[in-house]
């Protein structure tokens, strides 16, 4: 019972605890500028230290429940990682593409100069040709994904990165002398992968043996209830501190840019989730398959827009944008994905 009313106190007031992260992540960075200063040189090839340590907080949990002897099954149902790639690598830089292209350059056309509208869409682009690598694991584990097929789908979709990033930046830009940043890449699959993953099956190989599966499942992994929610909402406080000026200094840009940024993210959780509930696939894959593609690799878009574009460009801007929007919105299709279960 207990364990029942936990659930529905966080599903109930969520919104609410969210909202005032934001806000209090804005003030902060107002009123105490140089705390997010002093965190923003917490960073190692534009991956963020703070946020990574939050990030792999959140994880730990997940990477806890992966059982590698299901790893070899999760193989054998290709249905969900067929989603899976055709939605992010067919589907989702296109529709980015697509939905940037008609807000920045015709409806916002009176507000946008031609050539901020141009960064805008290389960023959208470079986020959209990014599809999320740690953070999934956060939504997987909300939605009650499965943790051996997440892991799968991710491992996948990192190495899938390597051969399509440039081609389709390159095709969909018409730039030439875009250069993946291997030290940001590698540096965000080994903290957000590697390490919570190989630290979650030698704590649980350590405690199955010394006390069992039964304790194992019910009073080791309850320890851990409530930590993902904690570090998601200091990741909001956190991320909301780095922009705060930004934000108040430029809320008509932030919100122009948020709009097809936030459309984007639920049209490819619908496609996604909806074609997996037409093939019948079960909600702890299906659920992941769609996350994977509605979130992104802000850490590489943002490094990529600012090797090409440079810091205080507009494609900079929209992958920051990209950062700010995504948590929120994430929140509200785990609680989607939570309603619409798929059951075989």
Known sequence: MK???????FDKYLTIWVALCIAAGILIGKLFPSAPLLLGKLEYFNVSIPVAILIWVMIFPMMLKVDFSSVVNALK???????????????????????????????FKTLIPETLANEYVAGAVLLGAAPCTAMVFVWSYL???????????VAINDLIILVAFIPIVTLLLGITGVIIPWNTLILSVVLFVVIPLVA????RRLVIRRKGSEYFENVFLEKFKGTTIAGLLLTLVIIFSFQGDRILNNPVSILLIAIPLVIQTYLIFFIA???????????????????????????????????????????????????????????TLVRIANRKRISL
């Open 200 to 203: 979650g099956v030698i704590v």
């Open 273 to 331: 989730y909806g074609w997996a509930k037409k093939w019948k696939i079960s909600h702890d894959i299906a659920a992941p398959a769609a996350m994977i593609g509605a979130s992104n690799f802000f850490e590489l878009a943002v490094a990529v827009a600012i090797v090409l574009f440079g810091m205080e460009s507009g494609a900079t801007l929209v992958t920051v944008v990209g950062v700010l929007v995504e948590v929120p919105v994430m929140l």
């Open 143 to 153: 939605t009650k994904g499965n943790p051996a097929y997440t892991l799968i789908q």
């Open 77 to 107: 149902m290709p249905k969900g990682l067929t989603v899976t790639l055709i939605v992010n690598w067919l589907v989702k830089p296109f529709t980015m593409f697509g939905l940037a292209w008609l807000f920045f350059h015709i409806i």
């Open 3 to 9: 364990k029942t009313q936990g659930i529905s106190f």
